[in-house]
């Protein structure tokens, strides 16, 4: 075998990889997102807005975030929902802090592939409404009898019990939390 040949080899095997990476990602993605949209959606209502959608999956995203927020009746995760001990490192807080804002172009390529795949569909007469077809119903139960995805469900359900609110509302929520993360964070490196 040749030098060029073992490196062409090697590059494909490298290109395959990262394929496979990337799929896997936008599966994982798409699978968190088909959960929040089926904790919100309802007999003719769906999840309404990509705003309001990237909002509450930053919350799934990034559970440790719902302490800085000031909920009613000291509202917190349900426990078989709270986040893990992983999840509360300072380090992927700051990450955290640095990864909220308007993502429209992802969502707009997950919700494509779920619309594409007929796990939810638009809820007619209302253009960025989208809720889950009895195929996304079942996929969501399927996805959530896994230990891994359960907990995802848990935390989507208590989001629709608890800030089932209009993404500016959100936004004035999750801002100011941030921004104690972020000090929090700061305060933890130093």
């Known amino acids: 075998m040749t ?6 080899r090697l590059l494909a095997a490298r290109q395959q990889a990262a394929a496979r990476a990337i799929a896997s990602e936008a599966a994982f993605h798409q699978a968190r997102v088909l959960l929040l949209i089926a904790a919100f959606s309802g007999r003719t209502r769906g999840l309404r807005s990509l705003a309001r959608m990237s909002r509450l999956d930053y919350l799934l995203r990034f559970p440790p975030v719902l302490q800085y927020i000031s909920l009613p009746d000291a509202a917190n995760w349900p426990s078989a929902a709270t986040p893990l001990p992983a999840e509360r ?16 172009d992802r969502y707009t390529l997950i919700l494509g592939a779920l619309l594409g795949r007929q796990l939810v569909t638009v809820v007619p007469g209302h253009l960025l ?3 889950t077809t009895s195929a996304g119903r079942a996929a969501a139960t399927q996805l959530s009898d896994t230990s891994q995805w359960n907990r995802t469900r848990l935390r989507a359900e208590f989001l629709h019990r608890t800030l089932n609110i209009s993404a500016a509302r959100l936004d004035e929520l999750l801002r100011p939390a941030i921004r104690r993360l972020e000090a929090d964070t700061t305060q933890a490196h130093a």
Do not use: K, M, Q
């Not at 030098?3 to 062409?8: E, F, H, I, L, Q």
């Open 3 to 8: 030098d060029r040949t073992a490196r062409t």
């Open 129 to 131: 409404e989208v809720i």
């Open 89 to 104: 490192r300072a380090t992927d807080l700051a990450f955290a802090a640095s990864r909220y804002g308007l993502w429209t």
